[in-house]
């Protein structure tokens, strides 16, 4: 068999990644409760964890001692250790975050954006210029969280900001030898779906829907902590079922699609109002008032949220669906309509245990999140812990 370095290198580092892991979901974990949960013995995690703090990956503290157990330390990341760069492009402004391997995200930019949409992505593309040139060996990967459909790094459309078939990778113009460092790119809703099932309400479900209304809806099901994500990376796109009567036009160039339903332009269509530019912040302006006409339009649109989200769950089976963006308070809006909604249009035999509806916990931070995530799934492997090991000067 021929060798080749590169998987040498990688199966090298499959114990290490696996110890990274842990300590990504567990962050502060005991040592010994790592070697545990991996089925190692404390003499191979005290000399993989001493391995991996030389490689600038993980660091060790002391534990505080506990009754009479072997003294153990506290597994966390190395301040030295790899980082990555959430970028969160929303309808109204952006924001970029760092994250070390526990995931935990820092803000360090967040600006509207420019009208002209070239203009636009050449001030994100400096910003990410900036925290490299900050941080250049730490660097690994961005992921980019965005409000439209996207495929491989091309983003079909961002409606909110009028931006067509862009090619995201133009984000990491100002990063010397990009081709270095992971680039990935998720829908919002995906990655907030992501979000919820790593580390949100959806934690301890196997099988997992998200549902978020922003413009629209989008989701995802995410199955064993993985999004599925289509051929390219395109679905999800919930919102463009047609739920909706067929003679209403949707701008994705379909009909009838449940997107126009559930969202602040549907509340608009239902009060008479022009359709809002944030239907977001509509929802928000009008849900206080509780006049019978505002408390009917509600109802219309919490009953269509839920009838739909019935429907989804005869095609997906899951063990619980959480709700993101505007969904949380246009259910709790109208709650009995939501409900009685939602079970009408279960199947039969689903009606006597359908799965919880539970809001999400990530609230509008779930896509930056979800993006960590996606960059972290990146860098922590055996590949990408081979690649960060070959460029630290040990
Ligand atoms: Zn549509």
């Known amino acids: 068999m021929a060798h080749d370095p590169r998987q040498a290198a990688q199966s ?3 114990g290490a990644a696996a110890l990274l892991g842990v300590v990504r979901s567990e962050p502060g974990i005991t040592r010994a ?4 949960h991996l089925g190692i013995g404390s003499g191979n995690a005290t000399e993989l964890a001493s391995r991996l703090r030389e490689a600038r990956l993980l660091d060790e503290e002391p534990a505080p001692a506990q009754g009479r157990g072997r003294p153990t330390t506290l597994l966390g990341p190395h ?3 790899p980082l990555v760069l959430a970028v969160d492009l929303r309808a109204s402004d952006w924001r970029l975050a760092l994250a070390g391997i526990d995931g935990r995200a820092e803000v360090v930019r967040r600006s509207g954006y420019p009208d002209d949409p070239e203009a636009a992505l050449a001030q994100i593309a400096k910003a990410i210029g900036a925290v490299y040139r900050r941080n250049p060996k730490r660097l690994r990967a961005i992921a980019i969280a965005v409000a439209g459909p996207v495929s491989g790094v091309r983003l079909g459309q961002f409606p909110s900001r009028g931006w067509n078939d862009v090619d995201l990778s133009v984000l990491t113009a100002k990063i010397a030898d990009r081709a270095d460092i992971g680039l990935l790119v998720g829908n919002d809703a995906t990655l907030a779906g992501l979000a919820e099932a790593r580390t949100g309400a959806a934690r301890e479900a196997v099988t997992a829907l998200h549902l978020i209304v922003a413009q629209g ?4 099901l995410v199955v064993n902590g993985e999004p599925v994500t289509g051929a390219h990376g395109a679905a999800g796109e919930y919102g463009h079922i047609p739920f909706a009567e067929p003679d209403l036009e949707c701008p994705c160039g379909a009909r009838g699609c449940w997107d126009l ?3 602040g332009r549907a509340l608009a269509r239902h ?3 022009p359709s809002p530019d944030d239907p977001v912040g509509y929802v928000h302006t009008i849900i206080g008032n509780r006049d019978a006409r505002t408390r009917r339009a509600l109802a219309a649109v919490a009953s269509s949220l839920g009838r739909g989200i019935g429907a989804l769950v005869n095609l997906h ?3 619980i669906v959480t709700l993101g963006g505007a969904a949380v308070p246009l259910r ?3 709650p009995e309509a939501f409900a009685d909604a939602y079970r009408d249009a279960l199947m039969a035999f689903r009606k006597s245990a359908p799965p919880p509806v539970r809001d999400g916990v990530h609230g509008e931070d779930g896509p930056l999140h979800g993006a960590v995530e996606l960059a972290l799934d990146h860098v922590v492997t055996p590949a990408g812990v081979a690649d960060w090991v070959a460029l630290q000067d040990i």
């Open 12 to 14: 090298r580092w499959l």
């Open 33 to 36: 409760a790592a070697a545990q």
């Open 79 to 81: 301040a030295q250790g």
């Open 217 to 220: 809806i989008g989701g995802t």
């Open 261 to 263: 339903t559930v969202d």
């Open 271 to 273: 009060l008479g109002d």
């Open 317 to 319: 089976d899951p063990d």
């Open 332 to 334: 709790a809006a109208a």
